[in-house]
């Protein structure tokens, strides 16, 4: 159980075009879904929470019209990255939070690269 | 602030041999604690938790992790590793409250050696 998927797992797009990462959880209801960046070798960076129903938070310095996160069902949370540059190019996860509100289950991640 | 350490950024351990990742907390309260396994370019693995009881946890894949309050510690520990346990480990601590944050050490780069 708590399986979290993500989709793409990798993509190339061209400098100043929007990408959407789904995060999806599979066989349960996420109450609540997390979007992290990671930089090679690094830990990770906690992006945004979202939540079901509400607008997303973000952590500071991160700029939600870039990142925009849309969690429209309990199963389902969706990361845009609009006009991307090279600079977002990066490895995004997401992860889920279900009943049992404190653990949190993770997608596998989806590498983007912007040229 | 709460916050987390693991002091290794980087362990090599032969095939076979124990191990032992360290990592400790900065915390007022009982914390809830986690440790996660992540393979190059995958997302991360839940090991093990500790929300309270018994302070020795055992997890997945062999993994045993113990909640030392007075030491402000929870490392985690195996008795033999396989070359397959080659991966990033971090550990992990709730924020307090209903946000459901977790707060991540820096991460330990566990290499097995043949």
């Known amino acids: 159980g708590a399986v979290v998927s993500q989709h793409p797992s990798r993509v190339i797009c061209k400098s100043g075009t929007s990408v959407k990462i789904e995060c999806r959880s599979l066989?349960?209801?996420?109450?609540?879904m997390f979007w992290y960046r990671q930089f090679p070798k690094q830990s990770l960076m906690l992006m945004a929470t979202?939540?079901?129903?509400?607008?997303?938070?973000?952590e500071q310095g991160v700029e939600k019209d870039k990142f925009l996160i849309n969690h429209a069902s309990l199963t389902l949370s969706t990361l845009t990255v609009t006009s991307a540059h090279p600079e977002d190019s990066s490895f995004y996860i997401c992860?889920?939070?279900?009943?049992?509100?404190?653990?949190?289950?993770f997608g596998p991640g989806t590498r983007l690269l912007v040229l | 602030a709460q916050s987390v350490t693991q002091p290794d950024i980087h362990i090599t351990v032969s095939e076979g041999a124990s191990l032992e990742l360290r990592c400790n907390y900065s915390?007022?309260?009982?914390?809830?604690l986690f440790w996660y396994v992540q393979s190059p370019g995958q997302g991360l693995q839940l090991l093990l938790k500790?929300?309270?009881?018994?302070?020795l946890v055992q997890g997945i894949k062999g993994f045993e992790a113990e909640f030392k309050r007075s030491q402000s510690s929870f490392n985690l520990r195996k008795p033999s590793v396989h070359w397959s346990d080659a991966a990033e480990y971090f550990c992990?601590?709730?924020?307090?409250?209903?946000?459901?944050?977790?707060?991540f050490g820096q991460g330990t780069t566990l290499q097995v050696k043949p």
């Open positions: 992860s889920a939070r279900g009943l049992a509100l404190e653990t949190q289950y």
């Open positions: 066989d349960f209801q996420a109450t609540t």
């Open positions: 979202s939540n079901e129903g509400s607008k997303a938070t973000y």
């Open positions: 915390y007022g309260a009982t914390p809830y």
């Open positions: 500790y929300f309270s009881g018994d302070t």
């Open positions: 992990a601590v709730l924020q307090p409250g209903n946000t459901g944050k977790l707060i």
